[in-house]
């Protein structure tokens, strides 16, 4: 039945009761587990409470990092972080690893099939069917949106950080790293102890960061619109906990099914 031909009670039942989330969680597990006998697994889909499949969005230095510690604390999830995936994979020397370095000495992006596959792969293991888990800044396209969703990788709900452009450029143009241990400061917010030399990394320099915004931009309103349903902008230029109370009303409002 087309939802154009639903009373407008059946609609308010679908809402109330989550039932789109509902299928959008078996289908999600059953595709990721290509069950042998897919009703039986259905079944037991029905008797378990869905886990939260969280992805957090925004631009570079938009406060990330920080909501994923408090994600992770709160609903004890699996973070997956697709730099901390390719990391791993390089120092195993895994296959894949291998065809990533390939790509990388060459000063290339890894393609998003070698991405993709890494990542299917992580959501598929135990930790993450059992806690759940948070996608870090993935997918940034439309084509690896999509390409999750070929996969059965369907997220419960999606937060996306709001900062303005000029915010961002102050936080990235301030930061220094300490080459030694990889701490990083920021000259305004979080100064170096005197005397320690830090660096600035190549890329958060002005320039380079008004680029990276750029391309942000560009890729944001196609994710917000793969993940309509279950997206939510919200302000990342305020205090962080304030930020983490919005992000656990949309978490707890989508996962409840």
């Keep these: 039945m087309a939802t154009d031909q639903l009373t407008p009670e059946m609609m308010r039942y679908m809402e ?5 989330q509902l299928f959008e969680f078996l289908y999600h597990e059953t595709l990721l587990t290509l069950p042998a006998d897919p009703v039986a697994h259905l079944l037991t889909l029905l ?4 886990v939260p499949r969280i992805v957090l969005s925004g631009p570079p230095a938009g406060g990330k990092g920080t909501q994923c510690e408090r ?35 060459q000063g290339s992006l890894v393609p998003d099939h070698i991405v993709l596959q890494i990542v299917k792969d992580r959501l598929s293991q135990q930790d993450c069917k059992s806690r759940g888990w948070l996608l870090d800044g993935f997918p940034r396209t439309r084509v690896q949106a999509l390409a999750l969703q070929q996969l059965g990788v369907i997220p419960s709900c999606v937060i996306i ?42 890329d958060d320099t002005a320039t ?23 997206c939510a902008m919200l ?23």
Excluded: W
């Excluded at 109330?16 to 789109?20: G, P, T």
């Excluded at 997956?80 to 390089?90: K, W």
């Design 71 to 105: 994600i992770v604390q709160k609903y004890g999830v699996v973070h997956v972080s697709t730099g901390d995936l390719l990391r791993a994979e390089l120092q195993k020397g895994s296959a894949v690893g291998k065809q990533a370095q390939t790509f990388m000495n």
């Design 208 to 230: 380079a960061i008004i680029a990276r915004l750029a391309l942000y931009h560009t890729h944001l309103t196609d994710i917000r619109a793969c993940y309509a349903s279950v």
């Design 161 to 202: 950080l709001d900062v303005p452009d000029e915010v961002v450029v102050g936080r990235i143009e301030g930061r220094r790293t300490d080459p030694k241990t990889g701490k990083v400061y920021h000259m305004v917010t979080n100064p170096p102890p005197a005397g320690l030399e830090v660096v600035q990394r190549g």
């Design 47 to 50: 008797r378990t409470k869905p």
């Design 16 to 20: 109330e009761k989550r039932i789109n």
């Design 235 to 257: 302000d990342g230029d305020r205090d962080p906990s304030a930020i983490a109370e919005d992000i656990s009303q949309h978490i707890d409002g989508h996962i409840g099914v």
